[in-house]
């Protein structure tokens, strides 16, 4: 696989955009006079994820980057920007067009225990896509799909007539993944699969998908705020930070030598076992309120190395020695 | 139901298990453990009981005028001197045994307060769901007449209804449509509050992750909202229709107690209550009393299982 040809990428998104509008009623507006307000979830997206890898989202909490995976999903309509898949552009497509990119798309939740529904049986929980989108004719195979897709995800097939409740936080995460497996997609996006489970869970789950990855020839759209997964199971990386993406980088060349500023202050953080006492530089000041960024670049706050322009300029996604990044310092060699 | 599972079930087997579950459930300990709630059930039971054997039970029909003698009337009840061995509690002024017109009464009242409950459901739940999972000028629209509707009194709704239906029903066939129109007037007198319920529940359920997976699974949303909201939401609501029975029995008796409910010729609760009022004060004042006891037995035993209903289902009360 060579990462990087157009014509291998699954999923490419341009320009895109979430604005959630969070205006008072309007009632309240007309009084106080205030204006309508918006929350940009997720600005200026672009990025494509090469056929058969994994392009891992990272980032703290509210950067938007499970807005984002919802918006690829189709979960949420894009205020602006395109979204193509496979070759041909999914934003705004009716229901009856989606069911053909859903069967090829599908996604995994981050809380196994609100993804499923408590009063479904394990086995019509998995069956529902196949069901929805009418894989099957018969009775049977479906059936017998639910059994096949069980064994695969490492449960019984006779779980089917359990309930979500007789299930720990692993196995449920394992009947998600069941379900989303249904209709054989080749495009699994995975909203922090793994955050909601115990670190030995979740070494299970994350070699579950690495062999499900494999044998099934997968494409993954990966979620996390947790570096050391991200490392586990990534191709490429993306670094979102309130919103936009401050660098797409591989794997190797983003851990061994990032480039932007608030990448470097993540991987400082990772816990390390065998450093000893390593002076760590607490990252600095907070992630500003969405409803009011900072001008210019979002991080300039937080960053050491910002200057003037870094506040009156929003930097701009450039590629260099085939990663990109957003960053005027790196961009002029400062730091 | 739409959306019945349809994994196959073992049904005899699962049936013993599921039996001995719910025997051995928190459900049931907090149920045995608590006398109020057993006492309840039982009296609840009885009326049941009174209320579906009533033709077996006694040998009287209250509401057949042919058969009744007004040479009967106003018998005391029997440890009264004056009291009649197959009158046990009396007659009233038609010569109608005061036992068995209350379990033909008590009939009435069950079925007017079951079945407006249910009406009530009917049009409440659907109306939740709907306004709660599409939200937007819909919600808007459903839930400002619910909270018109809310702000007139349940009993003057059906006053309202019941006079209505009572100018356009002819004498006679108002008569015979009695028991439909009261059921038609509690019902619709207060399905706001299970709309309320089901709504706010449905927007819980919502936003959890399992209706976004439902959209990835193109399940369409008449299926998402009957077959996972639905069951989701229903058992808050039913623990509410429990005490929404007790309510409408209140607001039957009270509507026949004023004259507008069931004809005097075949009396419910409320009505059979009217009637003795008019004999109190000249010393009749069994005929009032027994339906009035009976009415608040009734009530506040379905009353104490539904309020017991709430505290074991609401776990913020655990």
């Known amino acids: ?335 | 139901m739409l959306m019945k599972p349809e994994t196959e079930v073992g049904s005899h087997r699962h049936l013993l298990t599921s039996v001995r579950r719910v025997l051995d459930s928190d459900v049931a300990h907090s149920f045995f453990a608590s006398p109020a709630t057993v006492l309840a059930a039982l009296v609840t039971l009885l009326f049941v009981f009174m209320a579906v054997f009533a033709p077996v039970l006694t040998s009287y029909t209250p509401f057949n005028p042919s058969t009744l003698d007004l040479m009967d009337s106003f018998i005391p009840p029997v440890w009264d001197a004056n009291g009649d061995p197959s009158h046990l509690l009396g007659t009233d002024d038609q010569g109608r045994d005061v036992l068995a017109a209350i379990m033909y009464g008590t009939r009435i009242s069950l079925i007017v307060g079951l079945c407006s409950v249910l009406l009530s459901l009917l049009i409440g739940v659907p109306l939740g769901i709907v306004s709660g999972y599409f939200g937007g000028w819909i919600d808007s629209v459903v839930m400002r007449i619910a909270d018109i509707q809310l702000t007139i009194p349940p009993i003057l709704i059906a006053l309202m209804i019941d006079g209505v239906t009572r100018t356009v029903l002819a004498g006679n066939l108002h008569e015979t449509a009695a028991i439909p129109v009261l059921i038609l007037s509690i019902g619709i007198a207060s399905w706001p509050q299970y709309a309320r319920v089901v709504r706010s529940g449905t927007l819980v359920e919502r936003n959890k992750d399992y209706i976004a997976a439902a959209h990835m699974a193109q399940s369409p949303p008449y299926r998402i909202m009957i077959g996972h909201i639905l069951p989701n939401v229903i058992g808050p609501t039913l623990v509410i229709a429990t005490i929404g029975v007790a309510v409408a029995i209140i607001i039957e008796a009270t509507l026949s107690f004023l004259g507008v409910g069931v004809p005097p010729t075949s009396p419910s609760l409320g009505t059979l209550i009217r009637i003795g009022n008019d004999y109190v004060f000249s010393g009749e004042w069994w005929i009032s009393l027994f339906p009035c006891l009976a009415l608040v037995m009734l009530v506040l035993a379905v009353n104490l299982i539904g309020d017991w209903l709430r505290d074991t289902f609401n776990p913020k009360l655990r």
């Open chain 1, 1 to 335: 696989m060579t990462p990087g040809l157009k014509n291998s990428s699954i999923l490419e998104l341009n320009n895109l955009e979430v604005h959630f509008d969070v205006s008072d009623p309007i009632v309240t507006r007309i009084l106080s006079r205030s204006p309508r307000k918006y929350v940009k979830a997720v600005n200026d997206i672009d990025f494509s994820v090469a056929r058969g890898a994994t392009f891992s989202l990272v980032g703290e909490s509210g950067c938007g980057k499970s807005t984002l995976a919802r918006c690829v999903a189709g979960l949420i309509s894009p205020t602006k920007g395109d979204i193509s898949f496979n070759g041909s552009s999914i934003t705004g497509k009716k229901a009856r067009d989606r069911n053909s990119i859903l069967r090829r798309m599908q996604m995994i939740f981050q809380d196994p225990y609100s993804s499923l529904d408590p009063r479904w049986r394990v086995g019509d929980i998995i069956a529902e896509p196949v069901r929805s989108m009418k894989v099957y004719d018969s009775r049977q195979e479906i059936i017998d799909r639910v059994d096949e897709l069980l064994v695969q995800v490492g449960l019984n097939p006779r779980d089917k007539n359990k309930y979500p409740h007789e299930f720990s936080g692993g196995q449920r995460q394992r009947i998600s993944i069941a379900r989303s497996l249904s209709v054989a997609p080749e495009f699994l996006i995975c909203d922090e699969p793994t955050s909601a489970l115990d670190v030995s869970v979740q070494a299970q789950i994350l070699n579950l998908m690495s062999e499900l990855q494999e044998a099934l020839d997968l494409t993954l759209l990966f979620i996390s705020h947790d570096l050391a997964v991200i490392d586990h199971v990534s191709d490429r990386i993306g670094v979102m930070y309130l919103g936009r993406l401050c660098e797409i980088a591989s794997k190797r060349e983003l851990f061994e030598t990032p480039r932007h500023p608030y990448t470097r202050m993540l991987i400082e953080t990772i816990p390390d076992v065998r450093g000893r006492k390593r002076d760590r530089k607490p990252i600095e000041g907070e992630v500003p309120n969405p409803l009011d960024p900072p001008p210019g670049c979002v991080f300039h706050q937080r960053c050491p190395l910002a200057n003037e322009r870094c506040k009156r300029e929003v930097p701009v996604l450039i590629t260099k020695d085939g990663s990109q990044i957003a960053c005027h310092a790196a961009e002029e060699g400062r730091g």
